[in-house]
């Protein structure tokens, strides 16, 4: 059973453009939910995470949009740029365990 | 390099023989967690260690897969009598303190069984 449902998976934007990354999940005990970042060959690198207490992150071009009632968490790019073309993974953990359940991906290409 | 280490970084096994890999953890980083990861799939969880003690386990563990950190420094995850399923990237985090601290990913070990 996926627990953190990711979309779309595929994702072609141009340079300059806004990149959008949805997630859903259903289990309301998941209390953290952090982006990674892969590249080809590199394990994942934090983004940007956030708490359910908030509905709003930026970090430079980089923002965590949450609506907790919807069950639903995206990640926006703005300004979008080619070294952004990877991998990104949403993810979410639960309250008193480590473990983060990740979706499948969605996979960016920033044409220049 | 300070990051988080893993070696080999490929292995190619005949099924039914024994691997292992080895995790070296960024110093004083007392939690350490391996993962599995599918092509075009995200990581999955395998297991968490906080120090030596190991915390977590997933039922993806089955009892061919055994992890230690004895030291509580580096970790190994040993794969018995391996099968063309577990071929995968192999993921080894690290990370300090309590709570949701960022855990940081090793670049991971592929492992191919033919």
């Known amino acids: 059973q996926q627990q953190v449902k990711q979309s779309p998976q595929s994702l072609i934007v141009q340079k300059g453009g806004i990149s959008i990354i949805n997630c859903a999940y259903e289990n309301t005990a998941f209390d953290y939910f952090p982006w990674y970042q892969q590249f080809p060959g590199k394990g994942p690198a934090l983004l940007i995470a956030?708490?359910?207490?908030?509905s709003e992150k930026k970090e430079g071009r980089f923002t965590i949009s949450f609506n907790k009632s919807a069950k639903q968490f995206s990640l926006h790019i703005m300004d979008s740029q080619p070294g952004d073309s990877a991998t990104y993974f949403c993810a979410a953990s639960m309250s008193g365990s480590e473990k983060l359940v990740f979706g499948k991906g969605t996979k960016l290409t920033v044409n220049p | 390099d300070t990051g988080v280490s893993q070696n080999p970084r490929h292995k190619i096994t005949k099924r039914g023989q024994n691997v292992t890999f080895r995790c070296d953890p960024i110093?004083?980083?007392?939690?350490l967690y391996w993962y599995r990861q599918t092509l075009g799939q995200g990581p999955e969880f395998l297991t968490y260690?906080?120090?030596?003690?190991?915390?977590?386990k997933s039922r993806l563990l089955s009892d061919r897969f055994s992890a230690e950190r004895p030291k509580g420094s580096f970790s190994t995850l040993e794969i018995q009598r391996t099968e063309q399923g577990d071929s995968a990237m192999y993921l080894c985090?690290?990370?300090?303190?309590?709570?949701?601290?960022?855990?940081?990913f090793g670049a991971g070990t592929r492992l191919s069984v033919l």
């Open positions: 985090a690290s990370s300090l303190g309590a709570g949701k601290n960022i855990q940081y």
């Open positions: 956030i708490r359910p207490d908030v």
């Open positions: 110093s004083e980083h007392n939690r």
């Open positions: 260690f906080q120090n030596e003690a190991q915390l977590e």
